[in-house]
């Protein structure tokens, strides 16, 4: 890749462009600071907190029992959807039974016209 920048630089500097200021250093003499040192870094490049171990308990605490509130009030909903949708069934199941109940009184009233109708049919040949 090195050969192929150097033979076409993908960068170019103008000569006649003015000179703008950067918040870091350009000199390479500077010596900047790395990751990597760690006479003057600190653990994963944070200092160490001074926030007390009740302050980190409370807060997971605190959002194992929102995180737990959440899964109830889901689970109260989906169940009261679930009652609901089984009383509206029940409710089509009764009014359901009341018509078959309708249906059979008819068809046994009719069977008994039909009785009485060949009764007196057949009667009426001999």
């Known amino acids: 890749m090195s050969e192929a920048f150097s033979q076409s630089p993908p960068v170019y500097s103008n000569a006649g462009a003015s000179v703008q200021s950067t918040s ?4 390479p003499s500077v010596a900047m600071p790395t990751p990597g040192n760690t006479s003057h870094s600190y653990p994963h490049g944070y200092p160490p907190t001074t926030i007390p171990q009740t302050v980190y308990r409370d807060s997971i605490q605190s959002a194992v029992l929102d995180k737990i509130r959440g899964r109830i009030i889901e689970t109260i909903q989906l169940g009261n959807a679930q009652i609901d949708s089984l009383k509206k069934t029940e409710q089509d199941l009764l009014e359901g039974e009341k018509k078959i109940q309708g249906m059979i009184s008819g068809a046994q009233q009719e069977q008994v016209q039909a ?12």
């Open 24 to 27: 870091y250093p350009t000199n």
């Open 115 to 126: 009785q009485v109708f060949t009764s007196v049919y057949f009667h009426s040949l001999i």
